[in-house]
Nanobody
Framework: QVQLVESGGGSVQAGGSLRLSCAAS????????MGWFRQAPGKEREGVAA???????AYADSVKGRFTISSDKAKTRMILQMNSLKPEDTAMYYC??????????????????????????WGQGTQVTVSS
């Protein structure tokens, strides 16, 4: 059974950094992509960043240059390094997994990696709060 568990959220002042981690288990898919999403109160869940099994990455414009997505060599853990945090980054952050990787990869060519309905599995979320 696929399981995604996020950790690393917390409270930080504007300009600070946090490192989110998503531990993935229970699956062996040779081709897939994973994403980080966030949802603030009263707002839609939005895509933040994604990485595919080839190592391609994609970012929302709002986080480019500040956030970095990566995965470990075993591809069992996905990381979101968040720097220069802003109050508007405050949200619940979720990791998600799509168990298939279309060709060309939507992460590589800027396709619908940011659409939440494209993902098959979700974690429970971790809260990030940035104060001004």
């Amino acid at each position: 059974q696929v399981q995604l568990v996020e950790s690393g959220g917390g409270s930080v002042q504007a300009g600070g950094s946090l490192r989110l981690s998503c531990a993935a288990s229970g699956y062996r898919y040779p081709s897939y992509y994973m994403g980080w999403f966030r949802q603030a109160p009263g707002k839609e869940r939005e895509g933040v960043a994604a990485i595919d099994s080839d190592g391609s990455t994609a970012y929302a414009d709002s986080v480019k240059g500040r956030f970095t997505i990566s995965s470990d060599k075993a591809k069992t853990r996905m990381i979101l390094q968040m720097n220069s945090l802003k109050p508007e980054d405050t949200a619940m952050y979720y990791c998600a997994l799509n168990t298939d990787l279309p060709r060309p990869s939507p992460v590589w060519f800027g396709g619908a990696w940011y659409v939440k309905d494209e993902y098959d599995f979700w974690g429970q979320g971790t809260q990030v709060t940035v104060s001004s």
